[in-house]
Structure formats: C-alpha cells, structure tokens
C-alpha cells in the first residue's frame, strides 16, 4: 500500500496535536478524517489543507456521544472508509486545583471525553482497523501525567494511565491482526490544554510556556507520524516525549 492510499482518522483535529497530526498526514499525502466539536475549525482546516492539495473529509463530532460516533464511522465516504491509523488524541484536563476543591462535573467531563471517548471511537473502527490488518495502527495520546503523579493531577492523570494500559491489553488482544498499538505520552507542550485547564484563564497558559521552550504540537505530531509509518513489523508500545527544559523533581514533604 502507497502513502496516497492510506488514510488517518484523528480526533480532536481542531486544535493543538490533533490539527498539527492533521496537518503532518495530509503532507505525506495521507487522506485525513478530522473531527471535533467546533466545525468552522474543521471547515478552516479542510478549505487549507485542500488548497495544498490534500483529500480530508471532516466531522463535527463529540467523542462522548457514542450513537454520533458510530455514526460518523457508518456514513464515512468509501473514500475515507479503510482507515489506516487512529490517532486518538481528543481530550482534555479541568480543574488544576486540589481535589478537595474540584467540582464533580469536571472529573466527569474527563472521564466522558478521556476514557469514555476514546473507548468509544476504538470500539467503532476496530472493524476497518482489522479490515486494514498489517500496517494499521491506533495511536492514543496519553500523557506524563498517567505515570508521573503531581499536585493537581487527580482525575487527569488517572484518565491517562487508564490510556497507557487499555493501549497494551488492546495490544494483547489484537495480537495476530497486524494492527499496532501505542500509547504516546507528552509532557509539558505548547497548545490550548492549559487555556481549557484553567477555563479561559490565558495570563495563566501565558505563565506556564513562558521563559521555557515547552514541546510544540508539530513536534508531537512528527512522533505520531513516525510511529504509525514505521516497517509494519515494528510496534512503539509507549513513547513519552518531553521538552530538553522539562525533568522530574524530587518527592514533595509534610514537615511539622
Ligand atoms: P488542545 O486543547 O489544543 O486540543 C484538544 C482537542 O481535543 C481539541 O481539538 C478539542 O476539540 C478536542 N476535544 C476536547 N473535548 C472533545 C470532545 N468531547 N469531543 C471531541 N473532541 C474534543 O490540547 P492538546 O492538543 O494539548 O491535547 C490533545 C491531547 O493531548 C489530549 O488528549 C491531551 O490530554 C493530550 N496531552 C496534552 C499535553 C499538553 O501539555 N498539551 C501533554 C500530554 C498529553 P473541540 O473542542 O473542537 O471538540
Ligand atoms: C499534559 C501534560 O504535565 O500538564 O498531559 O500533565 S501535564
């Protein structure tokens, strides 16, 4: 199979990753599925992308609503229905206080869009996936946070372990099938996340890339593209990716 036969479905195209991921496929001539919530996102992204030639089709979807799911999976144009590669990418994180001071709904809504989502639309193509056999994969942006515990990272964090180890079972159960998983997990990087973590606060995501030179998505786009375009025998089961700026620090301590 050629580059221009194959074709790359991603969530959350409409921002960050997800347009960037969007971006790298339709230029290595991949066909692109973009999907998301905010459609005049997706139309600006399909009218530029088809100005440098690309064939994208878009969706306006929420990756929560399962029916609408498997919808926009059913009425795929022929075109665009042998999926290749699954990027799920979808998500985001709320509430970056203590959880003694979270609201409920924001956990929910992490849960909805970070498990419950991308389960989702998993459990949706895995038909054309398998169909696609050798060479396909799913490639699931999970996060430092679901390994590396910090202040702030409750829910968040366990969302993206939960992406870290549905990744490998996926893995065992697709074993013999051809279709690849992996997790790609990033660290600090450059997008709206932290615009939508602090609900519209921008001095705040202004505070937190400053002074540093926090990953890109073009940057976490080239991995992603990578790991799906590998030698079909190769399989990345995790990558975490962090900017040269950004490490680990040491345990916090209760002192008296
Ligand atoms: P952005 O906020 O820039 O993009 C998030 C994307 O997710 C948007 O396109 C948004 O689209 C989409 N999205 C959110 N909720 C839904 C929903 N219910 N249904 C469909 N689409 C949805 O953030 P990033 O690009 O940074 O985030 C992308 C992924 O990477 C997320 O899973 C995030 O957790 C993860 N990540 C981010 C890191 C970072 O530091 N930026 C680091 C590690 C992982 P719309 O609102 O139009 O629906
Ligand atoms: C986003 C990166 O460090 O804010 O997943 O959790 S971090």
Sequence with gaps: MTDHQQTV????????????????FA???????????????????ATRLRNDGADIHIATLDVRDSDAVQKVVADLPAAFANITCLVNNAGLALAPEPSQSVDLADWHTMIDTNITGLVNVTHALLPALIRTGKG???????????????????????????????????????LGTGVRVTDVAPGLSQTEFTLVRTKG???????????????????????????????????????????????WSPFAIDRD
């Design 27 to 45: 230029a290595a001539g991949w066909r692109v599925v973009a999907t998301g919530r905010r459609t005049e996102r997706l139309e600006a992204l």
């Design 201 to 247: 606060d921008q001095s705040a995501s202004d505070r937190l890339y400053s002074g540093t030179d926090p990953l890109q998505p073009e940057d976490v786009a080239a991995q992603i593209f990578h790991v799906a375009t590998l030698p079909e025998h190769v399989n990345i089961n995790r990558m975490e990716i962090m900017a040269t700026r950004q490490a």
């Design 136 to 174: 396909a994969s799913i490639v699931n942006l999970g996060s430092v946070a679901g390994q590396w515990p910090y202040p702030g990272g409750h829910v968040y964090g366990a969302s993206k372990a939960f992406v870290e180890q549905f990744s490998y079972n996926l893995r065992c159960d697709l």
């Design 9 to 24: 479905f991603i969530t959350g195209a409409t921002s960050g990753f997800g347009r960037a991921t969007a971006e790298r």
